[in-house]
Nanobody, 123 residues
Framework: QVQLVESGGGLVQVGGSLMLSCAAS????????MGWFRQAPGKEREPAAT???????YYADSVKGRFTISRDNARETLYLQMNNLVPEDTGMYYC?????????????????WGQGTQVTVSS
């Protein structure tokens, strides 16, 4: 059974930082593309950053220069370092796994999802 468990969300002030983690189990992690998606209240889920099995990386324009996605295949863990946070970064952040290696940019590309972790940036 595939499990993706996110952690590291919380409440932070503008300009602050958070590190999200996603612990994966039940899948050959190194062969999967992985992504961090986010969803603000009343909005569609969108990709924040994705990383392919081969290491290719995509960032949404809104997070470039502030977020860093990385993966540790030995620990089967995905990370998202978020710096210089702004209120527009507020939302639920989801970890997702893409069977075909990715990095997919659409929610339909991903086969498995975590439950999400809430990030709230206060001004």
């Amino acid at each position: 059974q595939v499990q993706l468990v996110e952690s590291g969300g919380g409440l932070v002030q503008v300009g602050g930082s958070l590190m999200l983690s996603c612990a994966a189990s039940g899948l050959p992690f190194s062969t999967y593309g992985m992504g961090w998606f986010r969803q603000a209240p009343g909005k569609e889920r969108e990709p924040a950053a994705t990383i392919g099995s081969g290491g290719s990386i995509y960032y949404a324009d809104s997070v470039k220069g502030r977020f860093t996605i990385s993966r540790d295949n030995a620990r089967e863990t995905l990370y998202l370092q978020m710096n210089n946070l702004v209120p527009e970064d507020t939302g639920m952040y989801y970890c997702a796994a893409d069977l075909w290696g990715g990095p997919g940019l659409d929610t339909a590309d991903y086969d498995h999802w975590g439950q999400g972790t809430q990030v709230t940036v206060s001004s």
